[in-house]
C-alpha cells in the first residue's frame, strides 16, 4: 500500500493546535514563567519615574492691540502646531533650558563616576528623551511633559521649557522686524533720490517742449491742457449718448404699447398731468356710468348723458397720447443730433492730439509715467516704515503659560501590573511559538492519524508509558486492557482465524517491540490459548532477563540441530499455557543461521504444537534477520514507539518488509504518554474505567465487556 493510498482529511481542527501546546505544555510553561519573572525582576529593578506637565496656548504671530486689518490671522493650524512641536524640542531651545536649570553640572554629578559636567550633546540627549510635546485635540493648547526621577526636577524643566520657548518666539520675532525695518529704511532713503532725480527731469522736459500744465501745486496733480480738453469732450458725449439711448429707448416703449397700456403707463412713463388728469376723469365716469346701469336702463337721459361724456374724455385721451408720441420722437431726434455733433468734435481733437504727441508730449509723457512709478514706490515704503515702527512698540504675546507644572505626587512608573502582563502575553505567545517551531522540527509518529497517513496501515494497538513485564504486576494492572485489545484487534485483523506465528518488529532499536511481544503472550496466554515465546532476536536478545530464565540453550542450538527442541523450550513460572525459546549463544560463524527452509521447517513445527507462536525480532533496518522472519511468519506486528524516530524510518521499516512478501497486520503505537496528549488520555481512561466496574470479578469478564479498538 503506497503513502498517499488512503484518502485522509487535510484540514486542521482548533483541537489539533490545543494537543500541540498539551503535549508540550513544559516547554511553553517553562518560557512563561522565565518571561514573567524577568519582566518582574526588571520591573522592581527600576526606580520610581514621575512625569509633570505645562500646558501653553500658542497663537500665530500677532499684536495684541489689532492696529491694522492686516494683522488678522486665521484660525486652528495644525501644520503651525506641527512646527511648533519640532521648534519646542530643538536644540536652541534645550540648550537654554539645560543653562537656566544648570543641568549639566546636576546631571554629572548624579550620573557620572568622576562628576565632571555633561557635554552639551549629553544633555541635549537626556533631555530630548525626558520631554514629550503633544496637542490637546482641535485646540491651539500644546502640553509640555517631562519624565523624570525626581518629581520637582520634571516640574521645573516643564516650565523652563515653556519660558525658553517663549521668550524665544518673542526675541526671534522682534529681531526679525529689527532687520526688516533697517532694510526698509535704507531702501527708502534710496527712492527719495530717485524721485528726486526723475522730478528735475519731468521739469526741464516741460520747459524744453513748452507743455502747458493746469492744476494744483501737489506734485503729480497737474494736468494738461489738451487732455483736459479731450477728457471734457469725451464725457459730454458720453453724457449725450447716454440721454439719446435713454429718449430712443423710452419712445420705443411707448410706440409698442396698446393703447390702454399707453394710457395706464404714460403718466409714469413721461409723468405728463394732463394724462394723468384725462385718466382719472375716465375712470370716475367709468364708476359713475355702472352705478348708474345698476339703478336704469340703457336708454335712461342719465345713462346717455354719461356715456357722452365718457366719449369725449377719450377722444381728449387719444389726442393726448398721439401729441405725446410726437413730443417724445422731436425730443430722441434733438439728443440724437447733440450726440452726433460731439462725437465729430471729439474726433476732431484726437487727430489733433495724436499728430502732437508724437513730436511733443510723448518724451514728456514717458518722463512723467516713471516719476508717478518712483512715487507711489515712495509712498509704499513710507507707509510700511510707519507700520512696522508701529509693530515693533505694540505688544505681542504669542505664547501664554495657561497651566504651570507642579511637582507631582504619585509616580507614573514603572507599571508594575502592565509590565508583569506584557511579560506573561510575551511569554505566553513565545512559549506556545517555541513549542509549534519544535512540533514543526518533529516529525515522528504522534498519532493514530500519522500512521494512518504517512503508513496507510491499521493500528491495532495503543500502548501506554510506563508498562512493565506484565508478570511483575499481574492480570490485573493499569495497562493490561491495552493488551487484551491488541490481542482481540490482531484475531479481527487476522479474519478471525486463531492462532498462528507471528513477529513482532520494529524500525529502530528501544521502541519497545519485547516488553509489546511478552505482554500480548502473557494476555493471551491467560485467555486460555497455548502460546510459545521465541526470542529470535540472536544479536541483543532481553527475552531472558525479563523472565530470569537461561539463554545457554536455545533458537541457535535448534537451527544448527545440536540439541532438539523439546529440550530448549522452557514454561514460564507461575504463567500456565506460556512456554519460552531462548535464543541460545550466537555461534561465531553466525552467517545463514536464519536460513529460510530452516525457519519454515521450525515455524511450521511449533504451529503445530501451539495457538501462538511470537517471535521476538531484531530492528529490521540494518539487519536481515527480520526480513527472514516477516517472509515466513503468518503477519507481522509493527511497533512504533511515540514520538521517538522520524516517522520516514517507519515508513523505511514497512517498505523492507512488503518488498520481503511479509503480511504486516498492523501497527501497535507504544510508549505513549497520556498525561500529555488528551487524545490518548481519554483512550486509555475509557478503557481503564470500562474494565474496573464494580461488578467485573474476573479478567475474564473483563475481557467479555472490552470493546475492540478501532481498525482500518
Not at 518582574?40 to 514621575?50: A, H, I, N, Q, W
Not at 493650524?77 to 524640542?89: A, S
Request: charged content about 25%; glycine content about 6%; some cysteine.
Amino acid at each position: 500500500m503506497s503513502e498517499d493510498s488512503n484518502p485522509v482529511e487535510s484540514g486542521l481542527h482548533f483541537y489539533d493546535y490545543w494537543r500541540v501546546i498539551q503535549s508540550r505544555k513544559e516547554i511553553v510553561l517553562a518560557i512563561l514563567l522565565l518571561s514573567v519573572v524577568m519582566a518582574g525582576v526588571y520591573t522592581f529593578s527600576l526606580d520610581p519615574e514621575y512625569m509633570a506637565q505645562a500646558r501653553i496656548l500658542v497663537r500665530e504671530d500677532a499684536l495684541d492691540v489689532p492696529v491694522f486689518e492686516r494683522e488678522y490671522t486665521g484660525g486652528w493650524n495644525p501644520y503651525f502646531l506641527r512646527t511648533q512641536f519640532e521648534l519646542i524640542k530643538s536644540r536652541p531651545i534645550l540648550y537654554k533650558v539645560a543653562e537656566n536649570l544648570r543641568l549639566a553640572e546636576i546631571w554629572g554629578e548624579r550620573y557620572r563616576p568622576d562628576k565632571l559636567p555633561l557635554s552639551k550633546d549629553d544633555v541635549y540627549e537626556l533631555l530630548n528623551r525626558s520631554l514629550e510635546v503633544d496637542q490637546s485635540r482641535d485646540t491651539s493648547l500644546i502640553a509640555i511633559r517631562v519624565r523624570s526621577k525626581f518629581p520637582e526636577e520634571a516640574a521645573n524643566i516643564a516650565n523652563m521649557v515653556a519660558e525658553v520657548y517663549r521668550d524665544q518666539r518673542l526675541t526671534v520675532k522682534r529681531n526679525e522686524l529689527r532687520r526688516a525695518l533697517d532694510a526698509v529704511r535704507a531702501e527708502l532713503d534710496k527712492q527719495r533720490q530717485r524721485v528726486a532725480e526723475k522730478e528735475a527731469e519731468v521739469e526741464r522736459l516741460r520747459k524744453e517742449l513748452g507743455v502747458a500744465m493746469v492744476g494744483s501745486s501737489i506734485p503729480g496733480a497737474a494736468y494738461r491742457v489738451d487732455k483736459l480738453r479731450l477728457q471734457q469732450l469725451e464725457a459730454d458725449r458720453i453724457a449725450a449718448r447716454v440721454d439719446m439711448l435713454y429718449r430712443k429707448a423710452r419712445l420705443e416703449q411707448l410706440e409698442s404699447m396698446t393703447p390702454e397700456e399707453l394710457m395706464e403707463s404714460a403718466s409714469l412713463v413721461v409723468q405728463d398731468t394732463e394724462v394723468a388728469t384725462i385718466r382719472r376723469q375716465l375712470v370716475d365716469t367709468d364708476i359713475q356710468l355702472r352705478l348708474l346701469l345698476q339703478t336704469y336702463a340703457e336708454n335712461h337721459p342719465d345713462v346717455l348723458r354719461l356715456k357722452a361724456a365718457r366719449d369725449e374724455l377719450q377722444q381728449k385721451m387719444n389726442n393726448a397720447l398721439n401729441g405725446l408720441k410726437r413730443g417724445l420722437r422731436a425730443d430722441y431726434e434733438v439728443a440724437l443730433a447733440r450726440y452726433e455733433a460731439l462725437d465729430n468734435e471729439l474726433k476732431a481733437a484726437r487727430e489733433a492730439d495724436i499728430a502732437a504727441e508724437g513730436e511733443k508730449y510723448l518724451p514728456f509723457a514717458k518722463a512723467e509715467r516713471e516719476l508717478q512709478l518712483e512715487r507711489n514706490i515712495l509712498e509704499v515704503l513710507e507707509a510700511r516704515v510707519r507700520q512696522e515702527a508701529i509693530k515693533l512698540e505694540v505688544p505681542s504675546t504669542p505664547v501664554e503659560l495657561v497651566d504651570p507644572a507642579e511637582p507631582p505626587t504619585r509616580p507614573i512608573g514603572p507599571r508594575h501590573v502592565l509590565n508583569i502582563t506584557l511579560g506573561l502575553i510575551l511569554g505566553l505567545i513565545g512559549g506556545i511559538g517555541v513549542a509549534f517551531f519544535l512540533e514543526y522540527l518533529d516529525t515522528s509518529i504522534k498519532t493514530v492519524d500519522d500512521i494512518e497517513r504517512y503508513l496507510g496501515l491499521p493500528v491495532i494497538g495503543i500502548i501506554p508509558q510506563k508498562v512493565r513485564a506484565m508478570i511483575v504486576d499481574g492480570p490485573d494492572c493499569s495497562y493490561a486492557e491495552a493488551y487484551r485489545v491488541l490481542r482481540t484487534n490482531l484475531l479481527f485483523a487476522n479474519k478471525g482465524v486463531p492462532g498462528g506465528a507471528f513477529a513482532v518488529v520494529s524500525g529502530g532499536v528501544g521502541e519497545g517491540k519485547s516488553t509489546t511481544l511478552f505482554n500480548l503472550a502473557y494476555v493471551c496466554a491467560t485467555m486460555g490459548d497455548k502460546v510459545l515465546i521465541v526470542d529470535s532476536d540472536l544479536r541483543r536478545p532481553v527475552l531472558h532477563t525479563i523472565l530470569g530464565m537461561p539463554n545457554r540453550f536455545g533458537l541457535t542450538n535448534v537451527l544448527m540441530r545440536d540439541v532438539p527442541i523439546e529440550e530448549t523450550i522452557k514454561p514460564v513460572p507461575n504463567v500456565p499455557n506460556l512456554h519460552f525459546l531462548p535464543s541460545g549463544k550466537l555461534p561465531r560463524a553466525s552467517a545463514g543461521i536464519l536460513n529460510s527452509q530452516r525457519m519454515r521447517e521450525l515455524i511450521k513445527n511449533l504451529k503445530a504444537r501451539y495457538d501462538y507462536v511470537f517471535f521476538d525480532s531484531p530492528p529490521v533496518i540494518g539487519v536481515s534477520d527480520a526480513s527472514i522472519l516477516a517472509s515466513e511468519v503468518d503477519g507481522v506486528l509493527l511497533v512504533v514507539q511515540y514520538r521517538k524516530y522520524p516517522r520516514l524510518l517507519s515508513l523505511r521499516a514497512k517498505r523492507m518488509i512488503e518488498n520481503v512478501g511479509g503480511r504486516i497486520i498492523g501497527v501497535v503505537l507504544n510508549n505513549i504518554n497520556v498525561l500529555r496528549d488528551d487524545y490518548y488520555y481519554y483512550y486509555h481512561s475509557y478503557y481503564s474505567s470500562y474494565y474496573y466496574q464494580p461488578n467485573v470479578t474476573s479478567p475474564e469478564g473483563a475481557q467479555e465487556k472490552a470493546e475492540p479498538a478501532r481498525t482500518t
